[in-house]
């Protein structure tokens, strides 16, 4: 094959996609080795990236609006001046399918689905019932990169959790997800049910979220004031040492259970019929998936089985 000197990786979309990528990103850094390799992602995710190791640069996409000919013409101007020589679209949305058109040269390479990518990956109706990991390793594979791709793994994201001056012995609590999708979450009485049930254990929860989940957090202390609210102080590398630490991680279908479950950490992942865990869910050697049509409707018994309390 030739010999690349600079490679372009996209990632957009939410943090367990971006999460998720870390298994193909490891394995295009191996396969590429003496390229100089950019990453282009969303702000939420830059810092974290440039702790990887897989990426030398880390561009923000801004995602200029499509009636922003201005924005999208500086964007054009910046993706163009990179002269890369390959092309992986991990996202393979719209939007950077509009940037194979605002790249394209003749000796571009480009793995992606968008049509007149040099290394396409078939847009058939088996790829979109693939899981995450199983779709971005079958593109990679038309890429002429070989399996087996590693799963995500987190080894590179420390931090220094000592602030936070938890007991050794904690259960991760992860009770928010995205604002706009609340049929994705456990009820908050079934996580103080379950908390209840952890402290009378020994042992401590723990809450995280985002400072906009600083209300759930605030509810499960008030219940359980041995609990612990970390709600809106942790960034992604702060949770990931959590999990790495905790006897147990357990959250909606949201992103931070992506970190969790790829940091290593035990962990039960909790379903409704809005998304499908086929498609999305964490892989790990002990990641239990559990799901109800309605989150209301699955017991705390059920949540609480997965943690084997004394």
């Known amino acids: 094959m030739p010999a690349f000197t600079k490679i372009l990786v996209i990632k957009l979309g939410a943090l367990g996609d971006f999460v998720q990528a870390m298994g193909s990103a490891a ?22 990236a440039r702790l990887a190791p897989y990426f030398d640069r880390v561009w923000i996409d801004e995602r200029p609006r499509w009636d922003d000919p201005a924005g999208l013409l500086r964007l054009a101007r910046k993706l163009r001046a990179g002269r890369f020589d390959r092309v992986y679209d991990l996202s393979t949305r719209t939007r950077s399918a509009l940037y194979f058109r605002l790249m394209w040269r003749p000796s571009l390479e480009w793995s992606g689905i968008v049509r007149g990518a040099s290394h396409r990956q078939p847009d058939t109706p088996e790829r979109r019932r693939m ?21 995500p793994g987190l080894s590179w994201a420390v931090a ?10 904690y259960v991760l609590l992860i009770p928010g997800g995205a604002p706009h999708r609340p049929e994705k979450r456990w009820p908050v009485a079934h996580f103080i049910e379950l908390a209840t049930r952890i402290a009378a254990s020994g042992v401590a929860p723990v809450v995280i979220g985002g400072p906009d989940e600083r209300e759930l957090g605030a509810a499960i202390a008030a219940a359980v004031p041995t609990s612990r609210d970390l709600t809106g102080q942790t960034d992604f590398a702060d949770i990931v040492e959590l999990a790495r630490k905790a006897r ?18 035990p962990a039960t992942v909790l ?11 964490p892989r790990g050697e002990d990641v239990v998936i559990l799901r109800r049509d309605n989150l209301t409707d699955l017991a705390v018994d059920d949540v609480a089985a997965t943690l084997r309390l004394a």
Do not use: C, K
């Open 27 to 48: 394995a295009i850094r191996a396969f590429h080795r003496d390229a100089e390799i950019t990453l282009l992602t969303t702000l939420p995710y830059a810092d974290f």
């Open 131 to 151: 899981h995450t990991l199983d779709r971005e390793a079958d593109q990679l594979h038309w890429a002429g990169i070989p399996g087996p791709i590693p799963a």
């Open 160 to 169: 220094d959790v000592t602030r936070f001056a938890l007991p050794p012995d």
């Open 248 to 265: 147990r991680a357990i959250g909606n279908d949201t992103g931070p259970m992506h970190l969790a479950a790829a940091a290593g950490a």
């Open 271 to 281: 379903y409704s019929a809005a998304s499908d865990p086929a498609l999305t869910a």
